[in-house]
């Protein structure tokens, strides 16, 4: 299982994959970080279709075409927003990623490629959120044979290290 499981650094709206996820906010209408580099990359029909989907719950995704992008489809998600832990955090960001799967399950997707949700502007603490995102992709992937490839895209170094440290005890 651990095969299909790619680390790297990069940009996420550059990878050649069958969908992309988006940490996401609300509305759906775009924002800062991944978000709006995506919104930037897909061209502005991203943002016709993501305001006629009218908004997306915590915890919950909705999946919109990819437009300009490499990838066919773009997953949107929306990530909690960090308040110290005690507000369900960890179980709103453990269900995008169970959420993402369901959603690129039903698309017929076999690569795709996440963020790290929720850690930037959301304040989650990269490494309790590093640890929900890879024990959600081995759960998933251990009950499933359609999804080939998983690649989280780490946005700098600080991330890589991290997704690396977290995968040696993940995956042990
Ligand atoms: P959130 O609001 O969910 O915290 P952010 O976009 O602020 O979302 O941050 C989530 C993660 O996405 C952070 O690690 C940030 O560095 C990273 N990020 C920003 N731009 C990109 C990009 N183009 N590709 C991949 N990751 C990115």
């Given at each position: 299982m651990k095969e299909r499981i790619e680390i790297l650094e990069g940009?996420?709206?550059?990878q050649e994959v069958d969908a992309i996820v988006n940490a996401a906010n609300n509305s759906l209408l775009g924002g800062g970080g991944v978000d709006g580099a995506i919104h930037r990359?897909?061209?502005?029909?991203?943002l016709e279709e993501t305001r006629k989907i009218g908004g997306c719950p915590t915890?919950?995704?909705?999946?919109s075409k990819g437009y300009r992008l490499p990838a066919k489809w773009v997953i949107h998600t929306v990530g909690p927003i960090w308040r110290g832990g005690g507000k369900n955090e960890d179980g709103l960001l453990a269900s995008?990623?169970?959420?993402?799967?369901?959603?690129?399950?039903r698309l017929g997707v076999r690569t795709i490629a996440f963020p790290s949700i929720s850690t930037g502007a959301y304040g989650f603490p990269l490494e309790r959120a590093t640890r929900i995102a890879l024990s959600e992709t081995r759960d998933f992937l251990a009950g499933d044979a359609s999804i080939e490839k998983v690649v989280f895209v780490c946005f700098g170094q600080e991330v890589l290290?991290?997704?690396?440290?977290?995968?040696?005890?993940?995956?042990?």
């Open positions: 940009d996420i709206t550059k990359a897909a061209g502005p029909q991203l915890g919950e995704a909705r999946t995008c990623y169970r959420s993402c799967f369901e959603e690129a399950k290290d991290t997704y690396r440290e977290i995968f040696a005890q993940v995956f042990r």
